[in-house]
Each structure stands twice: as C-alpha cells, then as structure tokens.
C-alpha cells in the first residue's frame, strides 16, 4: 500500500470511525509499517511476527518509547520529513525524534480531538499560551499543538506569555484582568509547571482573579521532576482556586512525542479519553502480556494517526484502564522500570541481528 492511500484512508477514519473498523485498518496500517520501516522489520522479525499472522491489533508488537532514542524509526527516508518531533534529552544526552513526512494526520487528529474535548461548542476563543511559539523551539510537539490551537481557535485578542526563554507574567495578569472587565471568557493553555510559576508570582502580588464564566484552562506535561511536585488533584484545585474556575473546567492533556495524538482527562475523575482511532492496553513489560482491567501495568498505546514511525508504543508509564478511558498512575518504577529497561535492551539487539 503506498503512502497516500494510507494516509487517506486514516484521514478519512479520524472524519467518521464508521467508515471503517480500528482493527481493520490497523492491521493495515501494520503492513503498511512492516514494509516501509526497516528497523521496525528487523524488530518484528526478532519478535518471529508477520503481518501474515496478526488478526489484532493487540497482536501488533509495540516498540518501547525508548527505542526512538536508539534509532530513526520511520515508513519514507527522513531527508523527506516536512519536521520531526523531537522529544527532551536524558542523562545520556539521547534525545528521540519521530518523522513525519508531512503534518496533514497529525493536525487532523489534534484539531478533531481539541474540539471534541476543548472547544465544546465554541468557534473561536480569546486565549494565552504559557509556552513558546514554535520559532523558538521548532522540533517540540506540544509548541506545534499549541500554535495550531490559537491559529484555528484563538481569536485575534490571543497572546503568547512565554518568549526567549522567560515568562512575561505581567502580561498575562493585564490579559486576565481585561477580560474580568469585559467579562470575557478566555482558555489559558500551558505546560503544568508554567502555571505553577504564575501562581506562585501571584501569591508573591498578592493577586486574585475571578475569570469570566465559560473560561477554561488546559494543562499537560505534569510537574514529576521540577522544583516544585504535586499530584495532578492538587494542581486542579490549586488552578481552580487561583483563577476561581470550576474544578471540571480544568482539563489536563496527556501527550507523547512519540505518538501523534492527545488524550483527555475527563472532568474530577482524572479518566484519560484516547479519540476513536487509538487504542490503549496495560502490560507486564516483563512478559509483554495484557493485564486485566483495573489491574495497574505499563500502559501501550495505538495510535492510528501514527503511520509514520509505528502504530503501537509501549511507554514508561504506568497506569490502569477503564472501559474506553484510562487512569495514568505515574512514571514506571521498580519491577516495571526494569521491565521497560529489558524492552529496549531487547529492541536494540533484534534490530541489530536481522538485516
């Protein structure tokens, strides 16, 4: 199958899940991959899986997210890639990119997902950004999510807070403040630990804000690692009662460099809703093998939009699933971390065996 009739036939199921089924198309798109993406082959074949034997998408091996620090994992040469996704670099210096030859899914899936669960039923919407804009950092995934959210969504009153390395808070408390006088609903969306930053800043001020009804405010990334932790609870109320917002219109996004589309959190109860064209299961990583639901593994996602590199990911997260939704418990520790320690030892030996 060439490039363009996968990319349609993706496209078209993002538009209406009634145009096809999940397993279906993954399977074709697993072909598609198993065909084009070389160290994919070599990965599969070291696992002893064809297309030829897979009847789900459960069948279909993930590769662990570590992988794309080891390797260029992508379905066209990467000398053709329109950008590439870059994700933050470790202890070790390795940093890993996934390819996308053009950008049409991926905005397809990020704009379809952020109006379902962000815009509701609004056109367009004053906004802040707490991160910077693309031309600052054009390798970052949530930089370009972000763009594409005030480009298609923001009204012309939108701002970016964050530029050359700082954050401009008293622009943002001039951009709250005229919107509390005009009484105009506004989304501030940002990287967790920027609205950790600004609610600090405003207990330094003394400041207390009271948004107009119908704002909302959109946060992902977590604070696990920064100066200051909290759980994802505790940042809810802490934002809720910074800017006097409900609680349920505090919204986190779980997102991943590695994939090419975004999760939800559903109102207090923290359920993470994947869109209908990515499936999410939880593993053992030592065995590979599903858990039951509501018992806590490391969670797999399989992501249609993702035909560039691969379709499933096995991450270094752990959490439990719930009907169609998930619960993200952390980052994988102890057994786990070994688990997916083990999984990207094992990719880096199958795809240096096979040729």
Known sequence: MHYEDIKQ???????????????????????????NNRIYRKFCRSRKVHPSMVESYQQIPPVPVGAFKEA??????????????????????????????????????MKTHFEENIMKDNCRVKMAILFPHPTEI?????????YTAI??????????????????????????EESE??????????????????VEYTKDK????????????MDTGGSKGRSIEMSSDQFKQMVAEAFNLPVEDCVNMYGMTELSSQFYDQNESGRQKAPHWVRTVVINPENGLCVQDGERGILVHYDLANF?????V???????????????????????????????????????KWN
């Open 308 to 312: 560039h590199s691969v379709l499933g």
């Open 151 to 176: 480009r298609d969504y923001g009204t012309e009153e939108s701002v970016y807070i964050a530029s050359n390395g700082t954050y401009d808070f008293e622009k943002l408390v001039s951009f709250i």
């Open 9 to 35: 036939r993706i496209l078209t199921f993002i538009e209406d899940e009634e145009k096809d089924s999940f397993d279906s198309l993954a399977l074709q798109v697993f072909a598609y991959q198993y065909e």
């Open 138 to 146: 054009p390798n970052s995934s949530l930089a370009q999510y972000l």
């Open 181 to 198: 006088r005009t009484n105009t609903p506004v989304y501030l969306l940002g990287a967790t630990f920027s609205f950790i930053h600004f």
């Open 314 to 352: 096995m991450t270094e997260d752990l959490g439990i699933t719930e009907n169609d939704g998930f619960y993200l418990l952390g980052r994988s520790e102890g057994a786990e971390a070994k688990g997916c320690s083990l999984a990207v030892e094992q990719f880096r030996n199958g795809v240096s």
């Open 72 to 109: 260029d994992i992508a379905c066209t040469p990467i000398e053709e890639a329109e950008t590439y996704f870059q994700t933050s670099g470790t202890t070790s210096g390795k940093q890993g990119r996934n390819f996308h030859r053009d950008l049409e899914v991926w905005t397809s899936s």
């Open 206 to 217: 003394n400041l207390q804000f009271q948004l107009p009804k119908g704002s909302r405010l």
